[in-house]
Structures are given as structure tokens and as C-alpha cells.
């Protein structure tokens, strides 16, 4: 017993005492660690590779008559409302598996290691950025495929890429979050979904808002997700900077400033 106590009293000493260089490591660590999982089981990025087609392909068809009068001139509408939908719903992966893998006691494992205890939580934050960044670029590849030709350049494209994967990122720790305090993955699912099922379909992403009812303008007109939508636009389809792009990174933030730290103190607890 004497032994084990002396065995396990560097691990647990340089656990409690990492520094932030040591920190960064072991996040990074569990960043690869997250995308060795997808290379694994491709099936994961299903919903990034799959989805933003479908739904480029089916939105821009279906709605692009009657809203625009032809697909080209409906393009520049619907492909930075799709690439905000699909990301932000990316977003609520990092929830559920962050369940799952509480649920099959990895993060158990993870504690009897001499690493940073914010590392699995950090790293798995950092890897979902990945998945953001493969449907940011087939959303935008499908676009031009279809004739999206956005006149801001390629500079101020990158620009509307970073923009909606940073606030992305920020999301993703409310739905962390969730993924912490819930009991199950499914309740982590079913709860995201509510929160972002009409925050992405209640938006000027796919219709003008102008074509709503007046009750519910109001609510676009305030919605956080109308506002990124905006700013993507301004980006992506003139190479403007717009008020939208300021109200967007200042609500990322916001909920980072928030989030973040009720997330790693609901975490640490946990583990």
C-alpha cells in the first residue's frame, strides 16, 4: 500500500500542478486524440459531409423560384444560411459525446493520468473545430458548383469562414455544457435541438425577412443567429464590414466569457 501511495504521488502532484505550457500540450494531445476517433469512424462526419449538400441542394431548388425568381440569383441568399445552420448544428456533437464518453467512464481513465484535468474537456473542444472547418468548405464548394460566384473575393470569404467556425466554437461550449450537467446523450441531443431548432429556422437564412409575418420580425431582427447570417453575407457577397459582423463576435464573446467558466467548473466537479 506504502508503494502505491509513493507510485501514485507524482501523477496526482503533477496533475494538480501543470503549468499552462504543460496544459497546452496535453489539450493538443486530446485534440489528436479526438480526430484519431473520426479517422476511426468516418461515419462521425456524416452530418458534416452529408448534410450541408443535401440541404444546399434541396433549399436552393426548392425555394430559390419562388424567392429570387432562379437558383443563380438565390445562391448568394442561401449558401451563407446553410453554412450557418449546418456548423452552429455541428456544434452539439461536442455535447454528446463529451456524455458518451463521460457515460463509458474515459474521462474516469483519464483522471488516474499525469496530465491537465481541463485537457480531455479543452481537447475535445479544439478537435470539433475540424468538423466546422469540413463543412464550412462544402458548404461554400457546393455553392460554387451550383454557380456561387460570392463577389467579396476569396480573402473576405476566409474571412466568413473564420467568423462562423470561431462563433461556432463559442456555441459549442453552451452545448459542453449540457453535455456536463445532463444524464444522458440523447437528453443532451434533445435539449440542443431545442434551443437551436428555432433560432436557425426563426432567421433571415433562408427567407427575407421581409416576407415574414410583422409579429415575427421582431424576433428575427434580434436573433443572434439572423446577425452572423448577415455578417457572412456582407462578407461573402460584397466584402463589407457591417455592424453584424461586431454584434456577432461580441455575442461569441460573451457566451465564452460565460460558458466557459460555469463549463470547467461543472466539469472539474464531475471529475
Known sequence: MRTASVKAGPARQLKNHTSFGQSVRHSLTMAYRGLLKIRRTPEQLFDVTLQPILFTLMFTYIF??????????????????????????TSIVTGVQLREDMDKGVFDRFKSLPIARIAPLAGALLADTIRYTIATVLTFSMGYLMGYRPDGGLGSVALAAVLVIFCSWAISWIFAFFGVIARTASSVQGISMIVLFPLTFLSNAFVPVETMPKWLQWFVNINPVS?????????????TVGWDLGISLLGAAVIVAIFAPITVRAYMRRT
Do not use: W
Not at 446577425?227 to 466584402?239: F, I, K
Open 64 to 89: 430559390g423560384g419562388a424567392i429570387s425568381g432562379d437558383v443563380v440569383s438565390y445562391l448568394p441568399v442561401i449558401i451563407p444560411g446553410i453554412l450557418v445552420q449546418t456548423v452552429i448544428t
Open 227 to 239: 446577425h452572423l447570417v448577415t455578417a457572412v453575407r456582407e462578407l461573402a457577397n460584397s466584402g
